[in-house]
Structures are given as structure tokens and as C-alpha cells.
């Protein structure tokens, strides 16, 4: 049990250490948020009504977009130098290494995330401190609904042909219901109603994330040895 | 299954398409409210039904090739998921010819034909990436862990995709089937989907058999 | 009473025809070619192209 857990944490702080040096994932990620700000004012034009009508939408769109690029990137590097081997060949249980990258993608994104919300509510006007404690809740169990499967299918299409286009078109449609959650559960916060009128849509949050975390374990050591 | 007893079953799913035609459109009556255009329900209906059991064997097939190895299962999982997305899109397609005269739209995000567009999406997704690994092994192992993540994601789909449309708009009165069915019309909705799960059934024989022999002669070839 | 829309109930028996029948001689065109290959092989090397 130790010996797993020091075999995630030990995935979770290279990757981390890795990105805090290189720091190529999360600059170009968070001048990604930013460019999408001016991408979302732009198509949607200067109405302000519209804007804010679709504010739960638009911020779980560029929550997601930044995923495709940030989560489709988790095993880039052990791919591109030939460290692939180096993970098969892991004593122990593998979903360890699951569950580190999983870790490091979920601090990445919420990074990302948190930077996203506070240029939201500066560029667009929005109130989001008096409601960020259930704001949180929703955007704690979205990120890991997303980083879940993402992760998994990060793994999987590493060394597949035309994986930057096979990523998105597999993760996009598993995390519809993912999508459908968050943006009515945020609509409900951000409406100024509380947390518990979005109780079951966070209690299938939960239980997606749940589901996906299961078999994000159980399967990643046949994605290694694929 | 021999060449002999496949050829049996297409017949027999010949014939219970024909009798499912004559169901369709001789025993059953003309609708009440809908009229005419509710026989397109003969189609829908048992198409997606036939869709489930696809992607349900999709799991199946994806849990045994992860479990065993052996090639089989993989075999059975790609097949059931051609067969799926065919089923599913002709769901989609008949839904949406249905819903042109009914609703007066071609598309509405109503919450069957969303959730099946969105199991589309899945399972043709799943056959592009089967398209993009060569090797045998490696193939089914990678299309096994997304198999089994698109069938557990159906349930989950379903219940957000019902919920979003409870909020968002009332449920119509106008469904696919008026409830409560009369009975000749439930007796043709039967005979249809059962001549639909047979001509799955020759279809899925057909093409794992297709498979399997497609597997046993391409490594004959690289000598 | 809603009018009779038998061009839209044709049109969606004729998609499923076409649909399913496409299908199934794709399969068979597949069949086909597949078993073209093996003659040809067996005709050059008799005995070697065994289908286990």
C-alpha cells in the first residue's frame, strides 16, 4: 500500500517538477484561456445579455478545450523519448502511474481553471466570488470527470496513428453527460441559487467520476502493454 | 457456425423481414392521431433496440478480449460495433424522417434521439480508432479499454441527457409510440424486432467470420 | 387528423433498405476478394496459404 502510493507520488512530483522547469504545458495553456476570452467576445458579439447567458456554457468550453490540449499531452513525453518501455517495465501495479498522471493533469487543469475563472469574471464583468465555495464543488468533480478519462485516453492514443485528432473525437463524446452536469449545475450557482438545487446533477457528477476512475485503474496496465 | 447453417439463418431473416413488412403495413392499422407516418416506428424502434444489443456485445466482446487475450472476443467486438453505428444511424435517420412531419423538424434534441446521437458519436469514434492501430494485439487491447468505457457511459448519458430535456422543455405529448399501444401495433413493433436481431445476427456471423479468416491470412502474405 | 406523409414513410423504408443492403454486399465484396487471394496463392504455392 505504501509502496503504491509512493509510486503515484513519485509520477505525480516528476511530472510536476518536469513542467515547473519547462514550464512549456501551462504558460501555452494559460495564454490559451486568454486567447479563448477574446475568441468568446468576439463570436458572440457585444451584447452583454447574450454573454452572460451563456456564461456557464462558454466557461466549461474553454475548460474542456483546454483539456483536449492540456490532458492530450499527459504521456507525450515518455512517448517522444522512448521512455515507454521505462513505464511498462514498472514493478508493482501499474495503475499507479494512472493515478500520478492523474494527479499532475488535475493540478495543471485546476491551475488553468482558476486562472480562466478570474479573467472571466474581470473581462466579463461577473460576479464569481460570492458564489466560488459551490463554484469549486462543480468545477472539483467536472475537472476530474474530465481528467479521468482523459488520461486514459491520453495513454491510449500515444502511439496511435493521427492521435492529436483520434484524442479529441474519442474523449469529446464520453464527456457529454460530463458537459450537461456542469453546465446546469454552474447555471444553478451562478443564478444565485444554492448548492443543493444542483444536487443530483453533482450526484451524477460523483458517480460518473466514480465509474471512470474504477476503470481508469482497472485497464491502464493493458493500455501500457498495447 | 457452418457456411451452411449462416446461409439458414440470412433466410430466415429474409423471411421474417417480409413478414414484418406485411405486419407493418397490412395487419396493423392506420394510427389514430399520428396516421401513416407512425409505421416509420417499425423501423426505428426495433432498429435501436437491435443498437443496444450491438453495443452490448461490444462490452462483452471487449471484457473477454482484455480477460482472455484471445483474439475471438476482439473479433466479436469490432463486428457488434460496425453493426451498432449501422443500426444507430438508420435510429437516427428514421427518427429524423419521422420527427419532419410530426414535429415539423428534421432535428429536435429530444432525449432519445440525442442520446442516441451522442452513442453514435461513441461507437463510430471507437471504429475510427480500430482503423488506426495494424496490429491484431495491439488493436483489440486499445479498442477493448474504449469499448468498455462507451458502454458504461450509456446509463450515465441517458440519465443527463433526460434530465437536460426535463428542464429545458416539457415532455411532448406526441411521442414516438402514443401510449398505451394498441395491440396489433405492438404485435408488428414484435415481429419487426425480431426479424431486425436476425438480420443482426446473419450480419454479425457474416463479418466475424469475414474477420476471422482476414486475421488467419494476412500474416500468410508477409512470407 | 394529420394527412398521410406516405412519402416520407417510403422514404425511410427505402434509406433502411439501401443501408442494410450496402452493408451486406460490402461484406460479401470483401468475402470475395478475400477468397480471389487465396486461389492465387494457392495456385502459386500449393499447400502453403493454409487458412488454420
Same mark, same amino acid.
Given at each position: 500500500m505504501i509502496a503504491y502510493a509512493r509510486r503515484t507520488w513519485i509520477v505525480l512530483w516528476k511530472d510536476l517538477l518536469v513542467e515547473r522547469r519547462s514550464k512549456e504545458s501551462l504558460n501555452a495553456l494559460l495564454f490559451f484561456a486568454l486567447l479563448l476570452l477574446f475568441l468568446f467576445q468576439f463570436a458572440l458579439g457585444p451584447d452583454r445579455e447574450r454573454l452572460h447567458a451563456a456564461l456557464p456554457g462558454l466557461l466549461w468550453l474553454g475548460f474542456v478545450l483546454a483539456g483536449l490540449l492540456g490532458l492530450g499531452r499527459s504521456f507525450v513525453a515518455e512517448r517522444d523519448n522512448d521512455c515507454w518501455d521505462g513505464l511498462r517495465l514498472t514493478? #508493482?501495479?501499474?495503475s499507479a502511474i494512472y493515478l500520478g498522471k492523474l494527479a499532475a493533469n488535475l493540478v495543471v487543469m485546476g491551475a488553468v481553471e482558476v486562472v480562466i475563472l478570474a479573467l472571466f469574471g474581470l473581462f466579463y464583468n461577473v460576479d464569481l466570488v460570492s458564489v466560488l465555495g459551490p463554484l469549486a464543488v462543480v468545477l472539483v468533480l467536472g475537472t476530474l470527470g474530465l481528467a479521468t478519462v482523459g488520461t486514459l485516453f491520453a495513454a491510449l492514443t500515444a #502511439?496511435?496513428?493521427a492521435r492529436e485528432l483520434l484524442f479529441p473525437v474519442l474523449l469529446l463524446p464520453v464527456q457529454v453527460p460530463v458537459l450537461l452536469a456542469t453546465v446546469s449545475a454552474t447555471q444553478i450557482i451562478l443564478a444565485g441559487q444554492p448548492l443543493g438545487d444542483a444536487a443530483a446533477w453533482l450526484r451524477l457528477l460523483a458517480g460518473a467520476d466514480l465509474v471512470y476512475l474504477v476503470i481508469g485503474l482497472l485497464t491502464f496496465e493493458f493500455v501500457l502493454d498495447a | 457456425m457452418s457456411a451452411r447453417a449462416t446461409r439458414i439463418l440470412g433466410g430466415l431473416a429474409l423471411l421474417a423481414l417480409a413478414t414484418g413488412l406485411a405486419a407493418g403495413? +397490412?395487419?396493423?392499422?392506420?394510427?389514430?392521431? @399520428? +396516421?401513416?407516418? @407512425?409505421?416509420i416506428m417499425y423501423i426505428h424502434v426495433p432498429a435501436v433496440l437491435t443498437a443496444y444489443l450491438a453495443f452490448g456485445l461490444v462490452l462483452v466482446g471487449s471484457i473477454g478480449a482484455l480477460a482472455t487475450g484471445r483474439m475471438g472476443w476482439d473479433r466479436l467486438a469490432g463486428a457488434a460495433a460496425e453493426l451498432g453505428v449501422l443500426f444507430t444511424a438508420v435510429t437516427i435517420v428514421s427518427g429524423s424522417i419521422w420527427g419532419?412531419?410530426? =414535429? +415539423?423538424?428534421? =432535428?429536435?434534441?429530444?432525449a432519445r434521439l440525442t442520446s442516441t446521437a451522442v452513442l453514435f458519436l461513441v461507437y463510430a469514434g471507437y471504429l475510427l480508432l480500430r482503423a488506426m492501430v495494424d496490429e491484431p494485439e495491439r488493436r483489440a487491447r486499445i479498442a477493448a479499454v474504449v469499448g468498455i468505457v462507451g458502454a458504461a457511459n450509456i446509463p450515465i448519458v441517458h440519465f443527463s441527457v433526460k434530465w437536460w430535456r426535463a428542464l429545458h422543455q416539457p415532455?411532448?405529448?406526441? +411521442?414516438?409510440e402514443s401510449s398505451p399501444i394498441a395491440g396489433p401495433i405492438a404485435a408488428a413493433l414484435f415481429v419487426n424486432w425480431v426479424a431486425f436481431t436476425l438480420l443482426f445476427l446473419y450480419l454479425l456471423l457474416r463479418r466475424v467470420e469475414l474477420a476471422r479468416l482476414e486475421d488467419a491470412w494476412v500474416p500468410e502474405t508477409r512470407r | 387528423m394529420m394527412p398521410d406523409h406516405w412519402g416520407y414513410v417510403f422514404a425511410a423504408y427505402c434509406l433502411t433498405a439501401a443501408a442494410v443492403l450496402g452493408y451486406w454486399r460490402h461484406l460479401v465484396r470483401r468475402r470475395r476478394a478475400l477468397d480471389a487471394r487465396l486461389r492465387r496463392v494457392k495456385a502459386v504455392v500449393p499447400g502453403k496459404a493454409a487458412i488454420r
Open positions: 514493478p #508493482g501495479d501499474k #502511439g496511435v496513428r | 403495413f +397490412g395487419y396493423a392499422p392506420r394510427e389514430a392521431i @399520428q +396516421g401513416n407516418v @407512425q409505421r419532419k412531419p410530426t =414535429w +415539423g423538424t428534421w =432535428w429536435t434534441w429530444d415532455s411532448t405529448i406526441l +411521442g414516438p | -
